[in-house]
C-alpha cells in the first residue's frame, strides 16, 4: 500500500501550519502579489473618488441630479466588454461597478445636503 | 433683481443638455479620468482573480477549507490602514475587500466542487 498517506498533511483538518514547506511558499507567494495588487487598487480607487467628488461639485453647484442613469448603463456595457477582453467574469465587473457606483451616489447626495 | 437667474441652467430640471459648454467639458474631462482608471481597475482585479484562483487550486489539492479568517482580518487591518494613507474612507475599503473576498470564496468553493 505505497500510496496511502505516511502523514496527515492531505486530511481535511490540514491546517497551514502542517502542509508542506513548499506548499506553504508558493501560497506566501500568491498572497504578497494580491496584496500588491490590493494596495494599486486602493490608490486608483482614491484617485476615482477625487474625480467623482469633483463631478459631485460641479453637479451640485449646476443643480444636476447626483445619479445619471445613460452614463451608468454606458460604463457597465464598457466595463463588460473590457472584463471580457480580461478574462474576469463581465457579471461580476458589472456587480463591482453597481458596488461603486452606490458609494459615490451616496458621496453625491451629501455634497449636495451640505 | 440683478441676482435672479435669467435662463434655466440652475433649474432643478436642468440636464447635461442644457448647462454650459464650460461646465460639460470639465465633466466630460473629469469622466475620461474615472473611465481609464475603471479600465486599470479592471485589469488588476483579472489578475488579482487569477492569483486566487492558483490559491483556490492549491487549497483544493490540500483539502484546506475555502475561507481563511485570520488572513482575511489581517488584509482588511492593512487595506484600512493603506486607505487611510491614500485619504480614501478605510470603512469604504473594509466594504471594498469584503466584497471582493466573498467573489474569492465562492470561487474556491466552486473550484473544492469540482
Known sequence: MTDQPTQPANSAAASLEVIDEAVR????????????????VVHM????????????RLKAEHKLPPADPERERAQITRLR???AGAHLDPVFAEKFLNFII???IRHHEAIARA
Do not use: C, H, P, Y
Open 81 to 83: 466588454e473590457l472584463a
Open 25 to 40: 511558499a508558493e501560497l506566501t507567494s500568491l498572497r504578497e502579489s494580491i496584496d500588491n495588487i490590493d494596495a494599486a
Open 102 to 104: 452606490a458609494e459615490v
Open 45 to 56: 480607487l482614491a484617485e476615482r473618488f477625487k474625480a467623482t467628488q469633483r463631478v459631485g
